[in-house]
Structures are given as C-alpha cells and as structure tokens.
C-alpha cells in the first residue's frame, strides 16, 4: 500500500502559479504510476494529468495543456504539479492518486489509492 498527502493548495489570483506536491509512502514510488484529478463543487472528479513509473508518458487534459505540468521524482516519492496561468475555471479541490501499474491512465476508476486533497482557489 502507499498512502499520499498533498500540500500546496491555497488562494491565487486569476494568471498566478501554484505548486502541488504529493508526499508518498509506503510501498516503493517508483511501482506506481500517478495521477492528478480535480473535483469542483456540484461537479464530477476530473481528470488533470497523469505521469508513468519513469516519467516516459504523460498525457493531460485539454483544459490544462500548456498550462500545468505533471512531474515526478522517485528519489523523494513525491509528484508534482506546477500550475501557470490560473483561471478562475480551476477551481477546485485537487487530488493525487497511485495506481498498482507502471502505466498512466486517465480514468479515476483505474486508481487505487487517493489522497485527501488540497484545495485550489483562483479569484478573478
């Protein structure tokens, strides 16, 4: 098993930065691949980003691209995502999660493990 904590959440202005972290431990990081999602209030989970075991595959949402970045480093079990140009739109508690495969994926189903959250506010 591995268990996540996030942390970088907070309060930003529309075209603002903010860096997520997602603290893993447990079972080796390096055996799963990882994935951000993000859920708004009255909405569904929606999927952000997604990384593989070596960092070789990466796919985001079209909502993100260009904007956010998915990173990972297994020396420090942690994951990343680096947030540019906000829009009040991303607003909404933010989510990592591990799936028991080396392979990303975008379906919030194909997880195994969540974490608790961290909420991203973006004001215009």
């Known amino acids: 098993q591995v268990q996540l904590v996030e942390s970088g959440g907070g309060l930003v202005q529309a075209g603002g930065s903010l860096r997520l972290s997602c603290a893993a431990s447990g079972r080796t990081f390096s055996y799963y691949a990882m994935g951000w999602f993000r859920q708004a209030p009255g909405k569904e989970r929606e999927f952000v980003a997604t990384i593989d075991w070596s960092s070789g595959v990466i796919y985001s949402a079209d909502s993100v691209k260009g904007r956010f970045t998915i990173s990972r480093d297994n020396a420090k079990n942690t994951l990343y995502l680096q947030m540019n140009v906000l829009k009040p739109e991303d607003t909404a508690v933010y989510y990592c999660?591990?799936?028991?495969?080396?392979?990303?994926?975008?379906?919030?189903?194909?997880?195994?493990?969540w974490g608790q959250g961290t909420q991203v506010t973006v004001s215009s």
């Open positions: 999660a591990a799936r028991d495969s080396p392979y990303g994926s975008r379906w919030y189903y194909d997880y195994n493990y």
